[in-house]
């Protein structure tokens, strides 16, 4: 059973950072695309940023480029989002997916296998 657990949401304000964590499980962590999408109230959700297995290739939203980092470690399941210049746009739940179609470029929500519950980030103006 795949099990993603995200952590590291809260209340920051303009301006400010913060670290999101997803500690995978159930599957081959190592050998699948990692990344986050994040859904604001009354909106769909949206793309932010894809790690490839290796941490080779990186993607992000327009939106995001510049501001935030996305990286993992294999030894630890783990994938990261570093968020930095936070807006209050940025607000949203973020989750935390898997692809395990690797090697494609994908923005789309449908193509992710596995979702996370989703962590809160509150931006404050």
């Known amino acids: 059973q795949v099990q993603l657990v995200e952590s590291g949401g809260g209340l920051v304000q303009t301006g400010g950072s913060r670290r999101l964590s997803c500690v995978a499980s159930?599957?081959?962590?190592?050998?699948?695309?990692m990344g986050w999408f994040r859904q604001a109230p009354g909106k769909e959700r949206e793309f932010v940023a894809r790690?490839?297995?290796?941490?080779?290739?990186?993607y992000y939203a327009d939106a995001v480029k510049g501001r935030f980092a996305i990286s993992r470690d294999n030894a630890k399941n783990t994938v990261y989002l570093q968020m930095n210049s936070l807006k209050p746009e940025d607000t949203a739940v973020y989750y935390c997916v898997v692809d395990r179609t690797w090697y494609r470029r994908t923005t789309e929500a449908s193509a992710y296998d596995y979702w996370g519950q989703g962590t809160q980030v509150t931006v404050s103006s």
């Open positions: 790690i490839t297995p290796s941490s080779g290739t990186t």
């Open positions: 159930g599957l081959a962590f190592s050998s699948a695309a």
